[in-house]
T-cell receptor, first 111, second 112 residues
Framework: NAGVTQTPKFQVLKTGQSMTLQCAQDMNHNSMYWYRQDPGMGLRLIYYSASEGTTDKGEVPNGYNVSRLNKREFSLRLESAAPSQTSVYFC??????????FGQGTRLTVV | GENVEQHPSTLSVQEGDSAVIKCTYSDSASNYFPWYKQELGKRPQLIIDIRSNVGEKKDQRIAVTLNKTAKHFSLHITETQPEDSAVYFCAASGQAGTALIFGKGTTLSVSS
């Protein structure tokens, strides 16, 4: 039982490059989330998926796209990376109004 | 949508003192209020949560109180220890399909 698995752990991109962050959970949770964490800004919601087949924008969706591939997997794509997207990204998996389980995080640097 | 404000942003206490972190939320429909602890370089982990039908909940040295009328909730840590040093986040969510929104976090430092 791995919980939430998030890849990669570290990534350096050049401005304008694209990449996809992968997230998978094995807890049969309906909801999955992507957050970014910046110093002094807390955990800001990028996108979430309340159930398979649905996605909704969070607080800071600009520059990102998501895909809920199936119940287990929720990916985050940066189409054209910008330095402002340098951050630590966390995927989380949640059953309705219970504990959120986080992945290990992805430290992304855009140069 | 929901907005969660958290204060203070930093808190320094002496070992053995109590620490209190306060949060307010904007959406009266929110009914679930968890608290997470994040140690340096690690992922956030749940330490305690409370639902809207409860006013207070305790777990050893940690307690959370909720005032739904005023739309605020607080985390209380008693007899603080150096290992309590971390960043603490409050959060709020409501009905099924709504998002879990976090406050900006409080960096707690406990000195011995």
């Amino acid at each position: 039982n791995a919980g939430v698995t998030q890849t990669p752990k570290f990534q350096v991109l050049k401005t304008g490059q694209s990449m996809t962050l992968q997230c998978a959970q094995d807890m049969n949770h309906n909801s999955m989330y992507w957050y970014r964490q910046d110093p002094g800004m807390g955990l800001r919601l990028i996108y979430y998926s309340a159930s398979e087949g649905t996605t909704d924008k969070g607080e800071v969706p600009n520059g990102y796209n998501v895909s809920r591939l199936n119940k287990r997997e929720f990916s985050l794509r940066l189409e054209s990376a910008a330095p402002s997207q340098t951050s630590v990204y966390f995927c989380a998996s949640i059953d309705f109004n219970t504990e959120a389980f986080f992945g290990q995080g992805t430290r992304l640097t855009v140069v | 949508g929901e907005n969660v404000e958290q204060h203070p942003s930093t808190l320094s206490v002496q070992e053995g003192d109590s620490a209190v972190i306060k949060c307010t939320y904007s959406d009266s429909a929110s009914n679930y209020f968890p608290w997470y602890k994040q140690e340096l370089g690690k992922r956030p982990q749940l330490i305690i949560d409370i639902r809207s039908n409860v006013g207070e909940k305790k777990d050893q040295r940690i307690a959370v109180t909720l005032n739904k009328t005023a739309k605020h909730f607080s985390l209380h840590i008693t007899e603080t220890q150096p290992e309590d040093s971390a960043v603490y986040f409050c959060a709020a969510s409501g009905q099924a399909g709504t998002a879990l929104i976090f406050g900006k976090g409080t960096t707690l430092s406990v000195s011995s």
